[in-house]
């Protein structure tokens, strides 16, 4: 057991993780457990992928970083085919590690260039572990809670029709940062109609709209991009998480018209592992696997078969208050014991998502993964709802 790492996991319990292979993991001892977390939301392609494991022993072989002076071939073309499915065809990109520096380079480009002092975001957002969308200052951001306001009535948040709505101060709004429905990790969706609404007031007024996709994009979803649900083109897109498949790449991409008006702004960023090689190796294969499976459409479908099945069981038992889902990323709510429930289903040898101080359990597994996989974990959950005294349901 490990004691000098400060972040050290609860699942350490079971003994340290040496293996993996789709969407199980191994401890030492040889325990198997089904990780329906994809690491932290990130193994869109399943742990120990072989095709994204030779990609990195072939290139590690060559060179994996270069510096940001020099540039390698594989970074344009990896660029290219982010843009194609961002539809920023002409546009640029900047590879970097975590999807907290994609978000943060995005809105460094997004202050540069707005002419305006606020950004606009929802309360219930979460977009990186520092910088200007963690501190939030009360002087460059908007916040606006979706989810409290006159017209969310069918709860699925502002329909943009609400005196609060009006409120909201678009005369001095320049950038509108979207996350298209992690919510903190509670899996909530905006609605469509808001989306819309404040994206095409923010762009027909000369602002910029941009997209944090570090948890919904790659696939997630059912789409590339949790933005592709809205009908809506941002005009900055941030990438992480998936399209590194557990290996640490993110990427920003910017549209053309974006790329042409920073040339005049003298826009500079500078860190150690930007635009390196491998990475962009990677999220070039990560695309390309997801693209001739045609993944997107399989994280579709099995998320319509595990939602409409956790639905199937919510009628049995009134302990699940809701559930909510869009492609593979899904969270059930339960009235109450939703810790009880997550260490039940991690002695049961299944890895979900407890979100600190709330009753919601989340699931965001591979793309990949088996349909049988996902029937394992719905006996599993159905046994310990049944066993969850004093809930049990009357047979
Ligand atoms: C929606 C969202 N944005 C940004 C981030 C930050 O990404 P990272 O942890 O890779 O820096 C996360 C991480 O969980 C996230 O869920």
Not at 57 to 75: E, L
Not at 123 to 133: E, I, K, L
Not at 153 to 181: A, M, Y
Request: aromatic share 8%.
């Amino acid at each position: 057991m490990n004691n000098i790492i400060w972040s050290t996991g609860h699942i350490l319990k079971f003994g340290n993780i040496v293996d993996s292979d789709n969407c199980f993991i191994y401890d030492s001892q040889g325990n198997r457990m089904v990780d329906l977390e994809s690491g932290v939301w990130c193994t869109c392609l399943g742990h120990n992928n072989k095709r994204i494991n030779k990609v990195i022993s072939d290139q590690i072989n060559k060179i994996s970083h270069t510096g940001f002076c020099f540039i390698h071939p594989q970074i344009e073309k990896t660029a290219r085919k982010v843009l194609d499915i961002n539809n920023l065809q002409g546009g640029k990109c900047e590879f970097i590690c975590s999807g907290s520096e994609a978000v943060e380079y995005g809105m460094r480009i997004a202050r540069i260039l707005s002419e305006k002092p606020l950004a606009l975001t929802f309360a219930d957002s979460y977009m990186g572990a520092y910088g200007d969308v963690a501190v939030k200052s009360a002087d460059k951001w908007f916040i606006y809670d979706r989810l409290n306001c006159s017209c969310n009535h069918s709860g699925s948040g502002c329909l943009g029709d609400c005196e609060e709505f009006s409120r909201i101060p678009f005369d001095k709004i320049g950038i509108f940062l979207l996350e298209p429905g992690s919510s903190s990790g509670l899996v909530r969706f905006p609605d469509a109609r808001l989306i819309k609404k404040i994206s095409k007031k923010v762009q027909e007024s000369g602002g910029i709209v941009m997209s944090n996709e570090i948890t919904t994009g790659i696939g997630r979803t059912g789409k590339w991009f949790g933005y592709q649900h809205y009908n809506i083109q941002p005009d900055i897109v941030a990438m992480g998480k998936g399209i590194g498949n557990g290996y640490p790449v993110s990427v920003t991409a910017v549209s053309k018209k974006i790329a042409d008006q920073l040339k005049h702004k003298g826009f500079h960023y500078s860190q150690s592992h930007q635009n390196d090689p491998l990475g962009a190796f990677v999220a070039a294969e990560v695309i390309d696997i997801i693209a001739e499976g045609a993944l997107c459409d399989e994280a579709r479908e099995k998320g319509y078969y595990l939602f409409g099945k956790l639905t199937e069981m919510q009628e049995e038992f009134p302990l699940i208050r809701e559930v909510r889902g869009r492609g593979l990323m899904l969270a059930v709510e339960f009235t109450r014991d939703a810790s009880r429930i997550y260490e039940a289903l991690l002695t049961a040898g299944f890895i979900v998502a407890l979100r600190p101080n709330t009753e919601v359990l989340r699931l965001d597994p591979a793309l990949t993964i088996e349909k049988e996989t996902l029937d394992l974990f719905l006996v599993a959950l159905r046994d310990v709802l049944v066993n969850l005294a004093p809930n049990k349901p009357d047979h």
